[in-house]
């Protein structure tokens, strides 16, 4: 619930072609854009803020921006962009933890 507004505030200050999408699940959250720049200085300042009113912060080991051809890790799963066609696979870590299981 807390986080309940980061799509709105992303829309009242991007338009379309800013190409800025929010994807959420529970206290998770990934943001996309066009360029790491608008990403670093125009939106990472807004959500910081956003959570900072309700007593939240980023977690500084969590928060990276990188490019979709280098991918990132999110709820378990590996995405990246690979010869243009979008991949999501299980992550390595979460890969290595069931096998962990199984072994046990």
Do not use: C, W
Request: proline share 4%; charged share 35%.
């Amino acid at each position: 619930m807390a986080l309940d507004g980061i799509q709105t505030l992303l829309d009242d200050n991007f338009k379309k072609p800013d190409k800025i999408h929010f994807v959420r699940y529970a206290d998770d959250f990934i943001v996309t854009g066009r360029s790491p720049e608008m990403l670093k200085y125009k939106v990472k300042p807004l959500i910081k803020e956003f959570l900072k009113i309700r007593g939240l912060e980023l977690s500084e080991k969590k928060t990276i921006i990188t490019h979709i051809d280098d991918g990132f890790d999110f709820l378990g799963f590996n995405v990246r962009k690979y010869k243009g066609k979008l991949l999501i696979k299980p992550s390595k870590s979460s890969i290595k933890r069931i096998k962990v299981s199984v072994r046990e």
